[in-house]
């Protein structure tokens, strides 16, 4: 069975940093595609970064050179380093996987997602 964990949400100022965590077990992580996504109050879920098995990487445009997106396959761990955050960042953030070699940000590709948390960024 496939497990999401998110860890490492909260509140923070404008300028500020935070670094999400997304444990995974019940497959073979090196083998799949692995996604964060977020959800606004009121808004539709966006990809925000996304990381194919053998590296391969991209982002939504509103977070290029501020957030980076890596995956330690070792600890079978996805991360999303978030830098200079903005009170526009605030939103539920997901993490998500699929076992194809690469998903891209569309949330319709991904099967598994964790359960979200909350990152609160004021101004």
């Known amino acids: 069975q496939v497990q999401l964990v998110e860890s490492g949400g909260g509140s923070v100022q404008a300028g500020g940093s935070l670094r999400l965590s997304c444990a995974a077990s019940?497959?073979?992580?090196?083998?799949?595609?692995m996604a964060w996504f977020r959800q606004a109050s009121g808004k539709e879920r966006e990809g925000v970064a996304a990381?194919?098995?053998?590296?391969?990487?991209s982002y939504t445009n509103s977070v290029k050179g501020r957030f980076t997106i890596s995956r330690d396959n070792a600890k079978n761990t996805l991360y999303l380093q978030m830098n200079s955050l903005k009170p526009e960042d605030t939103a539920m953030y997901y993490c998500?996987?699929?076992?194809?070699?690469?998903?891209?940000?569309?949330?319709?590709?991904?099967?598994?997602w964790g359960q979200g948390i909350q990152v609160t960024v004021s101004s």
């Open positions: 990381i194919g098995g053998s590296g391969v990487m």
């Open positions: 019940g497959y073979t992580y090196s083998s799949y595609s």
């Open positions: 998500a996987a699929r076992q194809i070699p690469y998903g891209g940000l569309g949330p319709g590709n991904y099967y598994y």
